[in-house]
């Protein structure tokens, strides 16, 4: 006896049936008779006529190129040809126009409707506007850019500090020389420790912030004082934590606490509620008077971070010091 049980057969839905459910499918959707001359359209749903502001009367009997327009690019115009002629399904990202003058990306879903004997009867075209997922991409690369070209701007104005405060430290050219390659060699581990694990397992707050107090205090001192719980971070959230403690520790090295042996700065992690959350409160003393910055490019960077990652980060330009202090969501976190 088989241990396994055929599922019944059930008969292929009436033509009918089927018709209809095209007809009232969200996915926009065009037929082209290949028979006839230019291929026409022969069949347009409602959906198609919603995306392009075409009525019916306006699409049946036309070719689909009437949708492009000035911007179409020739490579994708070909690619959609080139399908056409070795009757296979594939897609192709076009940037078509409606009636109205507006254009969209289009991610063109193509391929040939064969007849009981395997002739060509039809082309189908399935729509998609994709354009507001490409732009997403696009300002996400660009939002990317601007962060990698800002941290590395101030990764050298944090090695031009680093070397100026150790010169006025030491006079010898040997013990000089040491602390400044220390001083460096710390600060390329905590980007490339805390940075660098964004697509690796959770870590502990305590231990996420051990190489960037090393880097940007030079481990001599307990500049950078942790108080507070000690939650447990996941990874998808490693990378804007980290960015916004390393913003802050450089702004702190350049302009504020950390730019003197006797500055310090407290930074306490709190757990909070009614919203589930994790705050961190990072206070600057005993450094030089503090002013808001002219430019604050930066903050905007970390902060946009910080957004997408469900998070807040608010800065107060007092005399005494810097405060900041930074929220995100609890559920991305588990506490320590």
Known sequence: MSDTTAAPVRPIPHEDILGKAVRHARLPLCITDPKLPDNPIVYANAAFTELTGYALDEIVGKNCRFLQGPETTRDSINAVRKILLERRVDTVEILNYRKDGSSFLNALQLGPINDEDGNLAFFFGSQMDVSARRRAEREHRELADNELLHRLRNIVNVMTAMVRMTAREESDPDEFAEKVMNRLSALGAAHFE???????????????????????????????????????????????????????????????????????????????????????????????????????????????????????????????????????????????
């Open 194 to 336: 805390t940075i660098g694990r964004s697509d690796q397992s959770a870590i502990d707050f305590a231990t996420l912030m051990k190489p960037i107090s090393q880097a940007y205090t030079s481990g001599a001192a307990d500049q950078i004082r942790l108080s507070g719980k000690n939650p447990v971070i996941s990874h998808q959230l490693i990378s804007p934590l980290t960015l916004a403690l390393h913003e802050l520790a450089t702004n702190a090295v350049k302009h504020g606490a950390l730019s003197t042996p006797r500055g310090i700065v407290d930074l306490d992690v709190s757990l909070l509620k009614s919203p589930a959350r994790m705050r961190f409160t990072w206070q600057e003393t005993g450094g030089p008077e503090v002013a808001k910055p002219s430019r604050n490019s930066g903050s905007k960077i970390i902060q946009s971070l910080t957004r997408a990652a469900g998070g807040t980060l608010t800065y107060e330009w007092r005399r005494e010091g810097l405060k900041a202090t930074a929220e995100f969501p609890l559920s991305a976190f588990q506490q320590g």
